[in-house]
């Protein structure tokens, strides 16, 4: 459980840290949508018992978390 929580948490540092450094292009916001994107693949495909798609599903989960945090605090402190 707790690595589990580890994990997510990392996968939103890092989901954060990509989302910060895609700020100057000119669609930052696709990377929350791509990494998202990979969340709801992975949700809908996900067969019962695999414990590798569901690590995936928790690393893609916070990758999405973390960049889309990052999205919102950008947007609410310009």
């Known amino acids: 459980m707790f690595t589990t929580v580890l994990l997510v948490l990392v996968c939103a540092a890092i ?3 990509i989302r910060y450094e895609a700020r100057e292009s000119r669609r930052p916001w696709l990377v929350t949508v791509v990494l998202a994107a990979v969340f709801l693949v992975l949700t809908f495909l996900k067969p019962p018992g695999q414990e590798l798609l569901a690590i995936l599903w928790g690393a893609a989960g916070g990758l999405a978390a973390g960049s ?8 609410f402190r310009r």
């Open 15 to 17: 989901g954060a840290y």
């Open 68 to 75: 889309l945090l990052c999205g919102l605090t950008a947007c």
